[in-house]
């Protein structure tokens, strides 16, 4: 029918610019975030490519669900400023039959949501965390960086390297600053190299000095050296617990504890909202030509924020174990759908409290 084709196409012209739009956006928010945390020591600087990837395959869902929401929105206000929504509504095509072309034109970005947050936003995560992990407990000698104060892996030593040659493992005027064992100690040295003993790598100072002093006590001992040695093999970490965002769905519902029953609610809400905005989005459009498109898109902004941040509360309050899983998911997306669908109902029927006044009056007579 011309009736679903034309508002399909528009609504997929829509969609397509405010996806590239957000995305571009969201793309250059995760730039700025991700080098922050590569400049501090978080994430390997030649994996932050790597890195903004999986994020933009975690963030891929709200980013569809706003392009979808803002696009429907704007699709319809300009149907109402340009009066083509007039000509559809005297034909006798009322808000209600607006639905059934939106949602043929979003059920394949529905789905893509749906399996985005439950199946690849926590894929994304855990292959996040992996990368941060390994970064995190590589060796201490991958950690030196020529002219940077480092720390090693456990946290106990700070080491600095004026130049080295990363070829021969070798540097010049190193520093050391380790608290091992009660004791506090500087070790400095004109140059250092690699060697291998065993299972474990040392790094070998050649010609320099030591100051040492007890934990406690006022005492110094300073002792030079041609050569000293310390291991800079990789520290074992004990295991970390295992971040909600990053276990699978279904291992979520599997294991029922409060904080992995807040996690599901976020993905299954978020997924819930995606359809429920739809229908926001039908009810909340009108023609108002003194503020233009711009007021429609502002309303449906906030909107989208309260919706969004009810979802995040709604995870909070579930992990704290405040509200019940499925009595809160009722009560939010079901009651933002029975709203939406009432005010739809409303404005279709243009319904208006004060035409009840009259029959008060006549019934009264």
Do not use: C
Not at 252 to 273: C, Q, V
Request: proline letters at 3%.
């Amino acid at each position: 029918m011309l009736f679903h084709s034309s508002i399909r196409k528009e609504l997929a012209r829509s969609f397509g610019a405010t996806l590239i739009v957000l995305v571009t956006i969201v793309m250059t928010m995760m730039l700025i975030r991700t080098l922050g945390q590569a400049s501090s020591g978080s994430v390997n600087p030649t994996e932050i490519s790597l890195i903004m990837g999986y994020t933009m395959l975690g963030h891929l869902p709200t980013v569809l669900t706003m392009s979808l929401f803002i696009a429907t929105v704007g699709t319809l206000s300009r149907m109402y400023l340009e009066s083509e929504m007039v000509i559809w509504l005297v034909s006798g095509r009322g808000l209600r039959s607006l639905l059934t072309p939106i949602i043929r034109f979003a059920w394949p970005m529905l789905i893509a949501v749906s399996v985005l947050v439950l199946v690849v936003w926590p894929w994304s995560n855990q292959q996040i965390n992996d990368l941060k992990e390994r970064f995190e407990q590589r060796g201490d000698l991958e950690r030196v960086s020529p002219g940077q104060f480092q720390e090693s892996a456990n946290g106990l030593r700070v080491f600095f390297v004026d130049k080295e040659s990363v070829e021969n493992k070798q540097g010049k005027n190193v520093f050391i600053s380790s608290n091992e064992r009660g004791k506090q100690a500087m070790t400095s040295s004109r140059q250092g190299h690699v060697e291998t003993i065993g299972e474990d790598r040392f790094l070998v100072l050649d010609i320099g000095q030591r100051v040492e002093q007890t934990n406690g006590e006022t005492e110094i001992k300073v002792s030079d050296f041609k050569v000293y040695g310390t291991r800079i093999s990789q520290d074992v970490k004990a295991a970390a617990v295992q971040p909600t965002k990053t276990i699978h769905s279904l291992q979520l519902l599997l294991l029922p504890t409060p904080s992995n029953l807040g996690e599901l609610a976020w993905r299954i809400g978020l997924a819930l909202a995606a359809f429920n905005l739809l229908i926001i989005a039908t009810a909340i459009t009108s023609a108002n030509h003194r503020v233009g498109r711009g007021g429609n898109l502002a309303l449906a902004l906030f909107i989208f924020v309260v919706y969004y941040n009810f979802i995040n509360l709604g995870q909070s309050w579930i992990s704290a174990g405040k509200v019940q899983f499925i009595p809160y998911l009722i009560a939010l997306h079901g009651g933002v759908f029975a709203l939406a669908m009432s005010w739809l109902a409303v404005r279709h029927n243009n319904w208006n409290w004060r035409q009840l006044l009259p029959a008060r009056k006549e019934a009264s007579v």
